[in-house]
């Protein structure tokens, strides 16, 4: 690999994510501008590293990363672009991120007015579980993190609770939040800042039975 190579790579990577980012930062979501440029151009380098040696199958490397991602839906799509970006495909990356934006403001409309057709529950309380696998040691720093994500929203954190995972020295937290409305954007959000801390092996969250 040359450093041409390299440098397209890496630029097509970081641009990609950036493009996502501006959307997410104008939105005000929790994971902006920062946080998708870094994804993505991190994917491009793993991908890139793999390449560089002549060892490594940037399909596999790829794979790692998204198996990695274990937050939102467009931190996840910036994985992607990144690692399009570090296979050597930097015009695939691009479009792909043009493509995150345009599910993000063109479909986004439609959501809210469907969500606003009769019937459709948006004031009526819709019930979430977040699950996270953390560190026995960072479990009190984790679940502060959750209730300050959730903080300002219109979700409210009704009950934290954590059990061995069966693994020496982790925890499993589970929550239970409700949301007004079917907007699962607050849960989505407060995932994705927890799932940025190191000492958190994996979280998600699903809707739940009233």
């Not at 390299?6 to 493009?19: P, V």
């Not at 491009?44 to 839906?73: H, K, W």
């Not at 993000?104 to 009769?118: E, F, I, S, W």
Request: net charge neutral; hydrophobic share 45%; with cysteine.
């Amino acid at each position: 690999m040359n450093a041409l190579h390299f440098a397209t790579g890496l630029g097509a990577g970081l641009a990609a994510g950036a493009l996502i980012g501006i959307e997410r930062q104008w939105r005000q979501r929790m994971a902006g501008l920062r946080t998708n440029t870094l994804v993505a151009t991190g994917s491009a380098l793993f991908v890139l590293l793999s390449s560089s040696f002549g060892t490594g199958d940037p399909s596999r490397i790829a794979a790692q990363v998204v198996s990695g991602i274990n937050t939102a839906a467009t931190l996840w799509c910036s994985a992607a672009v990144g690692s399009l970006a570090g296979a050597g495909l930097p015009g695939y990356a691009l479009v792909g991120a043009a493509a995150v934006v345009a599910v993000n403001t063109a479909v986004r409309g439609l959501a809210q007015r469907l969500d606003r057709q009769p019937g459709s529950g948006d004031e009526v309380p819709t019930p979430y579980r977040v699950e996270a696998v953390v560190a026995t040691r960072d479990e009190a720093h984790v679940r502060t993190l959750l209730v300050q994500s959730l903080a300002g929203s219109a979700s409210r954190l009704h009950a934290v609770a954590a059990t061995a995972d069966g693994e020496d020295g982790q925890v499993r937290i589970r929550a239970e939040i409700t949301s007004d409305g079917a907007d699962s954007t607050p849960v989505e959000s407060a995932v994705a800042r927890i799932s940025m801390e190191p000492a958190v092996v994996s979280a998600a969250w699903r809707r739940t039975a009233a």
